[in-house]
């Protein structure tokens, strides 16, 4: 019968929807009426369209489904548009690819003027951030510079995203000085670890496409976001203090990143050696940067400002550090930055190193961060500008990007917060800045890494503490704190693993808690439902004080999503214990039991396992779902049951309480 | 007006029932009446009951109540209790940890006839059973019977579960003999390897009565019912494997479990040296004690059959060794036992030994595996019987047993498959059985250890072989293959993990899959909502193809109990589909978007967190649950939203269809 109705009101068809949709208020009185007699006659015919209902897609099904919606969107554009002619499907192909293709087409010179403007003011700071994260990875200065040309470049044509600024970040930074050096120590040989940094780039890449082609970008939601904003805050904290290396120019310091080793460190360092011009210097134009940066957001039209202080700090100490020649007098300098543009790399890449393991493994981990630090950039100003972002296309780009990075002597690359909001703040239109800045990047490798050999390397740890508070989301913290505890919980685990244990522990800690907080989630028990007054509505009588019991039915729901192993006996026990308490109390109270029956009412559940069936009992069940009543009949409990599977709590009571009604 | 109303109709006020819960049938024309004037007015109210709600306990509520309830049922039930007078407190509390108290008073002698009978019988097969699970776990033969006397007593004073059958079982034999090796070689030093074993079960025990006492028996429910299906099967499988050694009497047999090293070794042994007679000895009573159990299977009278089959044959295989000397001829036999009961093993236990962490991390992971065979034993014979086994006081009973056990030199006891169905089919009525049982083994090893020396070890190795079958449910496991094929991943993970790699690979297998099924769980994506043609019911279209769409509004709900940090994206993205699909059919069909607004039913939502919020577009939502809404107006997203929140579909799409009915 279901088959008949099927096709006579089939889910979409225009012309019934004024027939059914009568809504109550006009014509409510006739309306009601045929409700009503459909009520008498209608439990019979409901009941089989719970239990009659067709099959859901087999696990097979979805399967394909997904894999062939993963691999072939491209193809299948292609074969549906074969039929059109000339170079058309090439095309169509290509713009999947390239989304430079389409927008290119509508770029305009004034637009150009505010792209030139953004990436200007992003090279300014890019440059100084570059050399400062570079050495914060343990790589040579002239690295930093390196992976703001490639990457930005190729990120242009294939990203979809027109904010994100890419480049080398600190926290990949970090991750990578802190992993790598368990497998290759950076001091012993500089250029074998350089080499495992190409390396690992080279398999981030890997890993980051492969998400993309296979849309397997959900794998990087799983960091929650409580428990990103407690990375990238503690993250922040280690990273300053890595500074402090800098800043008072310690020559041994630890190679561990938790907070005590390295106050230890400097603490040894300072009794033993310091050169206090350093501080100073680092000191004074950190105060500079961190004024510039407050006049700024104080007068919107001088956004410039804060952007360019680094650059500025730069270029005013190099030249207080040439003139007074500080650097005879203990103030360390950058020395000799490699000149000319990014040489090959190809034949750096050690795919035959016995750790070659550990190196992918690291680069798993820096894939899903760099990741996650980029959808969350990208994300959060496509919502501002109000545009979607194809979040597998994104991880396909980064990943090609990282991929032609490790070939030409960069290491990972993604979207920075900090210079993605300058970028945004300067009124970047497209992604043209990012080759804007890539093109000023290169002219400064070609003609101006002379320059910056009187650089103090105290500027640069001072221009990267100046960019950590955009890392450490005070606000955020506090409304994760309000709204979710357990979110919370997540945030200060990763915060405090990131502190005192290491950065890999952090994120462990951070995975683990969110995980965890997936499991509690399934395992809240059960609840009671009431009928609201005046309406056929059941809801949770705690939530809802107004709603009636209706005894005898004691109606029962399963407060999670899902029924299985790891709730089923704890539902089981919870529902016999209401039973059990329901009828304890009314003995005392009226002599007798008032409930003689219960309900269960399945709305809530949207799936079902082995255990969690064989949790049930024999009760009357209302409105199971797709495929809870599909596997309820595979494992004979609808059998068991008899007919007694309603579509409706409403239903079930009436059912109940008036068996004549529910006999068919 | 929420708490006017409160106090009106509080939930459970018996006297408001018969106002409210007039059924539909019985003067429905005036019921559907006033129901339809409420209708009208009483959307405003409604949707103030919705924000209203009362706030649900807070996390340090629920954890204090969870705490509280823990810890305290004793002292409270002391309390509640010390307004009556004289021993009666604490006889409740005696009562309460010592369940024997109370069935003891009714207990009568022709319950004892039947607990005698089946206590023999129970007896007769742990005797041999025992002596080969101890060669198992490679200790000496009398530890098999010392851990059939001391924990079946204390469980019997302390259990709820009146057919388990307590003692050393295969599973938890092969799980010590397979991990504590690792930490000390049992043919190097087995009095080394003895006290380890010894100080896993005091492990063993603290945990297993930790996670009674503060309720963490849910722990024990995460090995889902499909790993442990896979897992006995695959151990089963292992153990009989590993009898080869004794079948075969091999000498140098390999300590790794799994199926290739095991047929490597064997294949290498059998090739250099074997001695046809055991092989022979062990197979014909191997078959002898398969076909008195098909016998016992054909005839339930003659259940005793297969039950002392195992002692008959260990008597009659000595008798024939004595008489023949064959042990002169190579048949490997047990020689001595030693004679007398259990004595102290206190000062055995190794607290000092470097690898105590190892060796608690074992007590742990067997803690666990031994409960959840005992529960699922213990749980499957109760619910046949139709009483209840309070889980958490089960674990105590378990935990104190193997506590002593271990400092009487007993291993990890628990209840055993195989000894507890001889029990319920020999008649068993109550633990009596069990102390039947030890006191038998009690005079087994005061008086007739001398007559087992001469016993071979082929004997004892088919004793084990004829007992796994049991472990092996292959109707089980062709009903996961067809409810749920994720469930039959895990089962099968769990079988090839303990076969192809090690037992606590699969066991590793196991709790893996069974994680991975519940983060999957939650991420089924979005359906969408019709009404069913006559009621003002809406359902999944998919499931109930007679639904109708309601354009202009578009219902969109959640298939998932928690939107949370790993499906948020997931769903925003699907909303975002189907609103803009839905706009493109209709677009190039009627030239006109029918869809003009979204709705979200919440209904689903048991839970929501931090991200889930921030994913939600501030589209009109009905029937946000209790934890939902709350934490909605937390985040301050119910002031963004307006009023535009709904107790059900159908007032949502009334209101969104007749602006004028929802204006207030």
Redesign the interface.
Same mark, same amino acid.
């Given at each position: 019968m279901?088959g008949e109705?099927?096709q006579?009101?089939?889910?979409?068809s225009?012309k /019934?929807?004024n027939q059914?949709?009568a809504?109550?208020?006009i014509e409510?009185?006739t309306a009601? !009426?045929? $409700?009503?007699d459909?009520?008498?006659n209608?439990h019979a015919d409901?009941a089989q369209?719970v239990l009659n209902?067709?099959e859901?897609p087999?696990?097979w099904r979805e399967l394909k489904d997904c894999i062939s919606e993963s691999l072939l969107p491209q193809c299948s554009n292609f074969l549906s548009s074969r039929n059109q002619h000339g170079y058309k499907p090439v095309l169509s192909v290509l713009r999947a690819i390239f989304p430079i293709i389409t927008w290119s087409r509508n770029y305009k010179a004034t637009k150009f003027k505010n792209d030139l403007l953004a990436g200007l003011t992003l090279a300014s700071l890019c440059i100084p951030q570059g050399i400062g994260y570079a050495t914060l990875a343990k790589l040579d200065p002239q690295y930093g510079l390196y992976t703001s040309v490639i990457p930005p470049l190729i990120y242009a044509v294939m990203g979809t995203s027109r904010e994100i600024a890419i480049g080398p970040v600190a926290v990949v930074s970090l991750l990578l000085s802190s992993m790598i050096p368990k497998v290759q120590d950076p001091e012993a040989n500089p250029i074998a670890y350089r080499n495992l940094v190409l390396t690992t780039t080279f398999f981030a890449g890997i890993f980051q496409s492969a998400f993309g082609l296979f849309r397997l970008g %959900?794998l990087v939601?799983?960091?929650?976001?409580?428990?990103i904003v407690g990375f990238m805050a503690g993250a922040a904290i280690v990273i300053g203090l890595q500074q402090l290396k800098g800043l008072l120019a310690i020559t041994h310091f630890t190679n561990k990143t938790d907070v005590i080793s390295v106050l230890k460190a400097t603490w040894i360092s300072v009794h033993h050696s310091w050169n206090p011009h350093n501080f100073i210097l680092g000191c004074s134009f950190l105060s500079f940067i961190l004024s510039a940066r407050f006049v700024g957001k104080r007068n919107k039209k001088l956004f410039w400002l804060p952007a360019i202080a680094p650059l500025v700090s730069v270029a005013l100490s190099t030249l207080i550090v040439f003139l007074t020649r500080a650097d005879k007098h203990g103030v360390k300098i950058i020395k000799h930055i490699q000149r000319g543009l990014n040489p090959s790399s190809v034949h750096q890449l050690q795919f035959n190193d016995p750790h070659i393991g550990q190196v992918a493994k690291i680069g798993l981990i820096v894939a899903v961060v760099a990741l996650t630090e980029a959808t969350a950039v990208g994300r959060s100003f496509a919502s501002i500008k109000g545009y /979607?972002i194809d979040?597998n296309k994104e991880m396909v780009a980064m990943g090609i990007m990282n991929i032609a990075g490790s070939f030409s002597s960069c290491y990972v690359a993604t979207g920075s917060f900090s210079r993605s909001a300058v970028n945004f703040s300067a009124g970047c239109e497209t992604a043209v800045s990012n080759i804007v800045m890539s093109i000023t990047v290169i002219i400064c490798l070609e003609f101006f890494t002379r320059l910056l050999y009187f650089t103090p390397i105290a500027i640069l740890a001072s221009i990267i503490i100046s960019a950590l508070p955009g890392l450490i989301d005070l606000n955020e913290i506090y409304?994760?704190w309000?709204?979710?505890?357990?979110?919370f919980l997540a945030c200060t685990g990763a915060f405090f693993g990131v502190l005192f244990a290491s950065v890999e522990i952090g994120l462990l800690a951070a995975v683990t808690i969110? %995980?965890v907080?997936?499991?509690i989630?399934?395992?809240?028990g059960t609840e009671i439902l009431?009928?609201?007054?005046? #309406?056929? #509505?059941f809801?949770?009588?705690? !939530?809802?004080? $107004?709603?009636?019991?209706?005894?005898p039915a004691l109606i029962i729901r399963v407060?999670?999503?899902?029924l299985?192993?790891?709730?089923?006996?704890?539902v089981k026990?919870n529902i $016999?214990k209401w039973a059990t308490e329901g009828d304890e109390k009314d003995t005392k109270g009226?002599g007798k039991k #008032?409930f003689q029956l219960v309900i269960l009412d399945m709305?809530?559940? #949207?799936?079902v396992?082995?255990?969690g069936?064989?949790c049930l009992e024999e009760l009357p069940i209302t409105n199971p779902?797709?495929q809870v009543?599909h596997?309820l009949k595979?494992?004979n409990f609808v059998g068991k049951l008899g007919e007694r599977v309603y579509?409706?709590v409403?239903e079930a009571?009436?059912a109940c309480?008036?068996p004549k $009604?529910a006999a068919i």
């Amino acid at each position: 019968m279901s088959g008949e109705r099927e096709q006579e009101n089939a889910p979409g068809s225009p012309k /019934h929807f004024n027939q059914t949709m009568a809504p109550l208020d006009i014509e409510s009185n006739t309306a009601a !009426q045929e $409700m009503l007699d459909h009520e008498k006659n209608g439990h019979a015919d409901r009941a089989q369209w719970v239990l009659n209902a067709p099959e859901p897609p087999s696990i097979w099904r979805e399967l394909k489904d997904c894999i062939s919606e993963s691999l072939l969107p491209q193809c299948s554009n292609f074969l549906s548009s074969r039929n059109q002619h000339g170079y058309k499907p090439v095309l169509s192909v290509l713009r999947a690819i390239f989304p430079i293709i389409t927008w290119s087409r509508n770029y305009k010179a004034t637009k150009f003027k505010n792209d030139l403007l953004a990436g200007l003011t992003l090279a300014s700071l890019c440059i100084p951030q570059g050399i400062g994260y570079a050495t914060l990875a343990k790589l040579d200065p002239q690295y930093g510079l390196y992976t703001s040309v490639i990457p930005p470049l190729i990120y242009a044509v294939m990203g979809t995203s027109r904010e994100i600024a890419i480049g080398p970040v600190a926290v990949v930074s970090l991750l990578l000085s802190s992993m790598i050096p368990k497998v290759q120590d950076p001091e012993a040989n500089p250029i074998a670890y350089r080499n495992l940094v190409l390396t690992t780039t080279f398999f981030a890449g890997i890993f980051q496409s492969a998400f993309g082609l296979f849309r397997l970008g %959900f794998l990087v939601d799983f960091l929650s976001h409580a428990a990103i904003v407690g990375f990238m805050a503690g993250a922040a904290i280690v990273i300053g203090l890595q500074q402090l290396k800098g800043l008072l120019a310690i020559t041994h310091f630890t190679n561990k990143t938790d907070v005590i080793s390295v106050l230890k460190a400097t603490w040894i360092s300072v009794h033993h050696s310091w050169n206090p011009h350093n501080f100073i210097l680092g000191c004074s134009f950190l105060s500079f940067i961190l004024s510039a940066r407050f006049v700024g957001k104080r007068n919107k039209k001088l956004f410039w400002l804060p952007a360019i202080a680094p650059l500025v700090s730069v270029a005013l100490s190099t030249l207080i550090v040439f003139l007074t020649r500080a650097d005879k007098h203990g103030v360390k300098i950058i020395k000799h930055i490699q000149r000319g543009l990014n040489p090959s790399s190809v034949h750096q890449l050690q795919f035959n190193d016995p750790h070659i393991g550990q190196v992918a493994k690291i680069g798993l981990i820096v894939a899903v961060v760099a990741l996650t630090e980029a959808t969350a950039v990208g994300r959060s100003f496509a919502s501002i500008k109000g545009y /979607h972002i194809d979040g597998n296309k994104e991880m396909v780009a980064m990943g090609i990007m990282n991929i032609a990075g490790s070939f030409s002597s960069c290491y990972v690359a993604t979207g920075s917060f900090s210079r993605s909001a300058v970028n945004f703040s300067a009124g970047c239109e497209t992604a043209v800045s990012n080759i804007v800045m890539s093109i000023t990047v290169i002219i400064c490798l070609e003609f101006f890494t002379r320059l910056l050999y009187f650089t103090p390397i105290a500027i640069l740890a001072s221009i990267i503490i100046s960019a950590l508070p955009g890392l450490i989301d005070l606000n955020e913290i506090y409304k994760i704190w309000k709204v979710d505890k357990l979110d919370f919980l997540a945030c200060t685990g990763a915060f405090f693993g990131v502190l005192f244990a290491s950065v890999e522990i952090g994120l462990l800690a951070a995975v683990t808690i969110s %995980f965890v907080k997936i499991i509690i989630s399934i395992r809240p028990g059960t609840e009671i439902l009431g009928r609201l007054p005046g #309406t056929d #509505t059941f809801c949770d009588v705690d !939530q809802y004080p $107004m709603a009636i019991k209706t005894p005898p039915a004691l109606i029962i729901r399963v407060k999670s999503g899902f029924l299985c192993f790891a709730n089923a006996n704890f539902v089981k026990e919870n529902i $016999m214990k209401w039973a059990t308490e329901g009828d304890e109390k009314d003995t005392k109270g009226n002599g007798k039991k #008032t409930f003689q029956l219960v309900i269960l009412d399945m709305s809530n559940l #949207t799936n079902v396992d082995i255990a969690g069936i064989a949790c049930l009992e024999e009760l009357p069940i209302t409105n199971p779902r797709w495929q809870v009543i599909h596997k309820l009949k595979l494992a004979n409990f609808v059998g068991k049951l008899g007919e007694r599977v309603y579509l409706s709590v409403g239903e079930a009571v009436d059912a109940c309480l008036n068996p004549k $009604m529910a006999a068919i």
